[in-house]
Each structure stands twice: as C-alpha cells, then as structure tokens.
C-alpha cells in the first residue's frame, strides 16, 4: 500500500505542469504568452483574448505604441470574421480604433470617420448583448471623448454625440454590473479627461470606489494603481494631475 502510495506521489511530482489558458496567461500580465496562444487557437475566443491582451500591453506601456493598437484592431477583426456575433470583439475592436485616433490626431481620425466607424462597433456589441458592461463603458467613454475633441455642437451635429448620453450610457454599465473595476476606472479617467472641475466629485467618487475594489488581472492592478495616483494629483497638483491623465488616456505628450 504504501508502495503504491509512493508511486503516486512519484507520478504527481514528475506530472508536467498543466499549460496556462490563454485568458490565464493575459489575466497575470504575461500578454506576449497570451499573444502566441490566442492567436495560435485560430479561434473567435483565441484572437479576442490576443486582442484584449495587445490593448491590455498597449496601454500599460511607458510609451505610446501606434503599431500595438493596430494589431489589436487586426486581431479583432479576425475574431469578428469567425465570429460576428462575439459583442465584446466589436467592443475591443472599437476601443483600439479609438485609442489609434488619439495617436495620429483628431484631423487623420475624422478624414477616415473613426469616431464613426468605433460607433458602429459599439451599436453592433449592443445589439448582440444590450447589457454588455463593456461596451456600455465604451459607449459612455465615446460620446464623452467626442464632445470634448469637438464642442457640444458640432459632437451633436456630426455624430449626435453628448456628455448627457455618455453619462447615461456609465449609468447603464455600473447597473449591469457594479463591480467592473475596468469601466468604473474609465468613468473616472474619462471625465477627468473632460471637465475635472466640473465633475471633481464623480471623479472622486469613481476612483474612490475603485480603491475598494479587488483586482482580477494585472491591468487592472495596474488601473487601481493609477486611480490612486491621479486622487492625490487632482488634491495637490492640477497641471500635474492633467498631464497624467492625457497620458494615460493614450494622447502624445
């Protein structure tokens, strides 16, 4: 019995460790493992994991990386080709286009109508899952980023944009699903980003929030760590609380 019980043991001890997912791989920050493994599945759910995680390295990165944002919007695409009704592959897909416009500019972003083609993508997430957090979250972040890059009038004029909307659409995100650490953080940043006067109190309150909350990933560690910097910035130091938040929203320094 107890030879047995040592054969066990030998067998469990020399057993090979089991490979991570993808998605575990992405969710402990090692995005270039979970790069190689989504993209290597040649599925849907393969390239949609590639793709967060590409927009997860992008954005956590000391530098702005145009080329990152771009691949993730290849790999999105690919996810939507095998799959069109993945919601949340229109949502990263949107996203990526979004953060690209940041990069190249307002003027290239509407000669090649991003902002509307990211709003097709968000409508058609929503159409999949109308309760998608995400992309709740996204939509809210969108309509809030059009009017602060255009003015209340023209944002309304060319793609019937407004805070009013985007504050409607947070609302909705934070209803389907309170604990999004993700979405309550872009919330904070997006208004920051926007008017930190005017909504110096939801401002605090979303970051505040944040705080509380218990991280899933590595970006969102890394979320929680930044709204914890920009709390104290906005107290102490605006031009400084400013310049952090354009940067991570992904604008050119």
């Known amino acids: 019995m107890r030879f047995a019980a040592a054969l066990l043991l030998l067998f469990v001890w020399a057993a090979p460790l089991a490979a991570a997912t993808p998605y ?12 190689k493994a989504g993209t290597a ?21 000391p ?22 009704h993945l919601a949340d592959a229109h949502v990263y897909l949107a996203v990526a286009m979004g953060q690209e416009a940041r990069i190249v500019g307002p003027v290239w972003a509407r000669a090649h109508n991003y902002p509307g083609h990211a709003k097709d993508e968000l409508d058609a997430a929503l159409g999949i899952d109308p309760r998608n957090a995400w992309a709740l979250g996204a939509l809210g972040g969108w309509h809030v980023e059009i009017v602060r890059t255009g003015g209340d009038t ?13 504050l ?11 604990n999004n650490l993700t979405v ?15 909504f110096a109190p939801e401002i605090k309150d979303a970051f505040a929030r944040v705080a509380k909350m218990k991280p899933a990933t590595a ?3 890394v979320a929680q760590k930044r709204a914890a ?6 107290k102490k130091d605006r031009e400084a609380f400013a310049a952090r938040v354009r940067f991570y929203q992904g604008y050119p320094q």
């Not at 023209?154 to 985007?166: H, K, R």
């Open 219 to 221: 970006y969102e560690f």
């Open 41 to 61: 599945a040649n599925t849907a759910i393969g390239y949609l994991i590639a793709t967060r995680a590409v927009l997860a390295d992008a954005t956590t990165r």
């Open 154 to 166: 023209l944002a309304g004029w060319l793609y019937d944009a407004s805070v009013d909307q985007g």
């Open 168 to 178: 409607a659409a947070f609302a909705a995100a934070f209803a389907a699903a309170p």
């Open 24 to 35: 575990e791989s992405y969710a402990a920050g090692r995005y270039a493992e979970a790069i």
């Open 63 to 84: 530098q702005l990386c145009l080329d990152c944002l771009r691949r993730a919007e290849t790999l999105a695409r690919k996810a939507i080709a095998l799959d069109p």
């Open 184 to 198: 309550r953080y872009q919330y904070g940043l997006s208004l920051s980003g926007y008017d930190a006067d005017r």
């Open 229 to 234: 910097e920009l709390t104290a910035l906005l």
